[in-house]
Nanobody, 129 residues
Framework: QVRLVESGGGLVQPGGSLTLSCAVSGTSGYDAIGWFRQAPGKEREGVSCISGDGANTYYADSVKGRFTISRHNGKDTVYLQMNSLKPEDTAVYYC???????????????????????WGQGTQVTVSS
């Protein structure tokens, strides 16, 4: 059974940085992983994802140039380094693995929540002065 556990959230001032971690277990260790976020009153949106071997990464336009996704396959952990944080980045952040269909078709890079089947419990990120 796939299990994902996020950590690293917290309160940070605008312009600050945070690094989120997603510990993954119950997979082959080489599954694609996606990061999503959901702000109060808004739909869940894709932030970034990384291929199983770490060679390919994808980002939402709203975070390009500010966020960096990476993974240490030996430790089954995926990171999301977030720099130059803005108040609009405030949300609960989730990591997730794609469904079999989205994985084998390669459509997981579109960062659609419906293409991801296993989710963590989320970690709160608040950007405020």
């Amino acid at each position: 059974q796939v299990r994902l556990v996020e950590s690293g959230g917290g309160l940070v001032q605008p312009g600050g940085s945070l690094t989120l971690s997603c510990a993954v277990s119950g997979t082959s260790g080489y599954d694609a992983i996606g990061w999503f976020r959901q702000a109060p009153g808004k739909e869940r949106e894709g932030v970034s994802c990384i291929s199983g071997d770490g060679a390919n990464t994808y980002y939402a336009d709203s975070v390009k140039g500010r966020f960096t996704i990476s993974r240490h396959n030996g430790k089954d952990t995926v990171y999301l380094q977030m720099n130059s944080l803005k108040p609009e980045d405030t949300a609960v952040y989730y990591c997730a693995t794609p469904t079999h269909g989205a994985y084998y078709s390669g459509t997981y890079y579109l960062l659609r929540p419906r293409d991801f089947g296993s989710w963590g419990q989320g970690t709160q990120v608040t950007v405020s002065s």
